[in-house]
Each structure stands twice: as structure tokens, then as C-alpha cells.
């Protein structure tokens, strides 16, 4: 089963997030503190971090911050704080995703699954790892890099934003598999809440001119006219 690192100092709502997620087949580990919630982390390895940004002897965001240097895990906000600011700051540092209280259990399990959904429960990932060099000299070499959230083209990183990256991963994970505008709009939808389905088509302009060695003659992200994008390795 998938483990959970639940870190949250209010005891009542600890209890009721673990027995809620227990019943949907998660082995869930509790901490209090930020201390424990490191211990536990590196005791059990967990799957996905659930972690809340009041600490009685942290700030939540140190803690994610340190947990974003040491792993990939998919990291999940729950805050009563829920301005703007908090949210992209705490999504800008490292975490996957912020849930604001008072919430639902329902919600908060459906979202603890799309994570896991989109980390492969940290399996690998088409397109992770080296690659071996295409016979066409017209293809860029394509890799990424889960755990540093990178994108490189033949071993050099090129920068890209949060949206552009989880587009790039999506690509990777089904390579061949055809995208429509909403599904990449609803992959990359928790930090850009303002993305429109007009957006995702600069993104993809945006990383064919980091990826394709010529962007007016993509070989790796094809469009599919009348439905959306694929990616060929």
C-alpha cells in the first residue's frame, strides 16, 4: 500500500485525515512536530508528504524546503492560509500541490491520488535516465530528470517553468499517447489557476524552442490536429 506522511500538529484533524486515508487503503505515518515528520521521512520513505504549514517548532515551509533537497516526493500544503502569496510561494519552493481548510476528506484522497498518479509511485519514467543518441541528426536528445525536476537536450539543462515541466513529464511518462488541450490544461492547473486551454498551446511554442533542434519542424512534439499534442521519443 502507498504510505503517507501526515505532519500536523492539531491532534483532531491528524486522527481524522489518517483514519479517512487508512480506510482508502493508505498506510499512513503521523507526526507532530517537524522533528518527528524528518524522522518518520527518513525512516519509512513515504510516497507522498501531507504537511501543514503550522508547526509548534517549524515553519512548514523550511521543513518542504529541506524535504525538496533530500527527494522527489510528491509534497501536499494544507493551510488554513489560503491568499495567493502563500500559495505560489509554497509551490515555487517545492511543493506538488497546496489544499486549503477547511477542506474534504473525498477532496484531500483524490488529490493524495493524483499525485501519486503523476510520480508513478516514483517508478521510472520513460525519457528518465540516459539516452542513447538519435540516428537522425535533425532530433534533439530529450531527458529528464524527476527528482531535480530538469530538462535536459543532448546532457545540457535548458530552464523551464513549473507548467512547461509538468507538460514534459506527462510527455514522458506516455510517450506516443495523444494529449488533448484539457488534459494537459488539468495536469498543470494547481499552480496556474489562471491557465486557459490558449495557454497550453504557448507552452508547447515555448518548449519546442527549448527541445526541438528546429522548433518550425518539431520532431518530438507533434501536434495532432483537431484533437491536441503527442510526444515521440
Known amino acids: 500500500m502507498p504510505k503517507i506522511l501526515l505532519v500536523e500538529d492539531d491532534q483532531s484533524i491528524a486522527d481524522m485525515i489518517s483514519i479517512y486515508l487508512s480506510e482508502e487503503h493508505y498506510n499512513v505515518y503521523c507526526a507532530g512536530d517537524g522533528k ?9 520513505k513515504p510516497d507522498v508528504v501531507i504537511l501543514d504549514l503550522m508547526l509548534p517548532d517549524t515553519n512548514g515551509l523550511e521543513l518542504c524546503k529541506l524535504l525538496r533537497m533530500r527527494s522527489g516526493v510528491p509534497i501536499m500544503i494544507v493551510s488554513a492560509k489560503s491568499e495567493v502569496s502563500e500559495r505560489v510561494n509554497a509551490l515555487m519552493i517545492g511543493a506538488d500541490d497546496y489544499l486549503c481548510k477547511p477542506f474534504s476528506m473525498r477532496e484531500l484522497a483524490a488529490r493524495t491520488n493524483a499525485l501519486l498518479r503523476r510520480s508513478g509511485m516514483n517508478a521510472p519514467l520513460q525519457g528518465l535516465g540516459p539516452s542513447r543518441p538519435q540516428a537522425d541528426a535533425n ?19 535548458v530552464e ?11 510527455f514522458c511518462q506516455y510517450p506516443g499517447k495523444v494529449f488533448s488541450r484539457e488534459e494537459l490544461l488539468n495536469n498543470i492547473r494547481g499552480i496556474d489557476s489562471f491557465v486557459t486551454e490558449r495557454s497550453v498551446d504557448v507552452h508547447i511554442t515555448n518548449l519546442r524552442k527549448k527541445v526541438e533542434a528546429d522548433p518550425k519542424e518539431p520532431k518530438h512534439i507533434k501536434t495532432v490536429w483537431g484533437v491536441g499534442y503527442k510526444f515521440e521519443p
Open 160 to 170: 523551464t517553468t513549473y507548467s512547461e515541466f509538468e507538460i514534459m513529464r506527462n
Open 139 to 157: 532530433r534533439a536528445v530529450v531527458t529528464v530528470d524527476l527528482e531535480k525536476r530538469c530538462i535536459y537536450v543532448h546532457q545540457q539543462q
Open 36 to 44: 518527528q515528520g524528518m524522522e518518520l521521512f527518513q525512516e519509512h
